[in-house]
Structure formats: C-alpha cells, structure tokens
C-alpha cells in the first residue's frame, strides 16, 4: 500500500499569506494526486486534482504542483474561508489512500 | 448535478453488522460511468477509503477490511449500500458515500456518524 505523509500537521498563519503544504508519497505516483479542503463538521472538498489541475468553481488562489512523490498545494493569499483542514490522496493504485492532513489555523 | 445522502443507524452494538445506504439524486447510478464509494473518518482522524462498486457490480476493497465489508448497489432505488460485518469501538467513524468519475471523489455525501457501543 502506498503511505501519504503530509507536513507540516499544522501551520498558523494570517489573512494574506501565503501558504504551503507538501505531501509525499511512499512510491512514486506520477501525478495521481488529489488535495481537498475540510472544514469542521463538513465532508471534503475536492480542491486540485492530478496534482495542479484546479476543480471548477475553486479560486485560483489555489494551486496544486509536483509529481512523482513530492507534492504541493500553495494558497497565494489566505483568506478568512481557508482556515481549515487540507487532505491529499493518491489515486494511482489501490487501496487509494489519504494524508493524515494539515490544519491551517489563525495565528 | 449529482448529490447523496447517507443513511443508516448512528449506534451499532459490537460484534454487529453496520449497514449504511446512500441514496443517490439529480443523477442515475445505472447510466454513470463512475465508481460509487464509501470513505470514514474516525473522530479527529485522517479519511480510510473502504471500497467502492462499479455499476456493473464489480467491487473493489480495502485489504484492511476485506474481510468484513460488503458493498452493494440497487439501480432500481438509485442506492448503493455498505454492510460491515463484526464491529468493534475501533470501527466508531463518520461515514461518508462518495463518487469518482475518476481517481478522486466529488462529490461527497454529508456524512452520517456511526458510534459502536453496547
């Protein structure tokens, strides 16, 4: 099975920064990676899917990049709604597995 | 556009079966090309895929959970169905009905929280 690990497992930040998460894969994924966004009490959210490619109705502000193992998703300028819980996952074999995730919290 | 909906017992004793339905709207399982999946989250914790079923019936599972899970699908209701068998606290989770045209999933259903305890 391939292993997801995210990092860092949470960052505190503020309206307007920029933001970075990185996800890395056990074996190599090409770009079978998928990030979401969740918030508390709610399902996830599909956000960048094979890896930089943006889900339709997501700002732009969000962009997803790598491939291989190394991954990363880059909010440019964090906004009030970011503040939540981000997810990779990897759909290049099964079992599809997640990342233990990334809370995005105020600072 | 397609949307679901979890249902099923929020309280389960162990050694029990779960059984969860998700009801599927503003779309026909039979006519999709997509995988209909199951997903849970433990309080706190990180997402578990646990299976998903084609529409012609073909599943695939979790090896984690082989043993245990079984997922089925009714085209006449618009349902796909998760039964997990033997259920211990370990197996206390959100879960959620989801699908994937592709590799990832979207949309997702709300989610439905399944507490096992006696």
């Known amino acids: 099975d391939i292993q997801m690990t995210q990092s860092p497992s949470s960052v505190s930040a503020s309206v307007g920064d920029r933001v970075t998460i990185t996800c890395r894969a056990s074996q190599g994924i090409s770009s079978w990676l998928a990030w979401y966004q969740q918030k508390p009490g709610k399902a996830p959210k599909l956000l960048i899917y094979?890896?930089?490619s943006l889900q339709s109705g997501v700002p732009s502000r969000f962009s997803g990049s790598g491939s291989g193992t190394d991954f990363t998703l880059t909010i440019s300028s964090l906004q009030p709604e970011d503040f939540a819980t981000y997810f990779c996952?990897?759909?290049?074999?099964?079992?599809?597995?997640f990342g233990q995730g990334t809370k995005v919290e105020l600072k | 556009h397609v949307q679901l909906q979890e249902s099923g017992p929020g309280l389960v004793k162990p050694s029990q079966t779960l059984s969860l339905t998700c009801t599927v709207s503003g779309g026909s399982i039979s006519s999709s090309t997509s995988y209909w999946t199951w997903i849970r989250q433990p309080a706190g914790e990180g997402l578990e895929w646990i299976g998903r079923i084609y529409t012609s019936g073909s599943t695939n599972y979790n090896p984690s959970l082989k043993s245990r899970v079984t997922i089925s699908v009714d085209t006449s209701k618009n349902q796909f169905s998760l039964k997990l068998s033997s259920v211990t606290a370990a197996d206390t989770a959100v879960y959620y009905c989801?699908?994937?045209?592709?590799?990832?999933?979207?949309?997702w259903g709300q989610g439905t929280l399944v507490t096992v305890s006696s």
């Open positions: 094979a890896a930089s």
């Open positions: 996952q990897q759909g290049n074999s099964l079992p599809y597995s």
């Open positions: 989801a699908t994937a045209a592709t590799n990832w999933f979207d949309p």
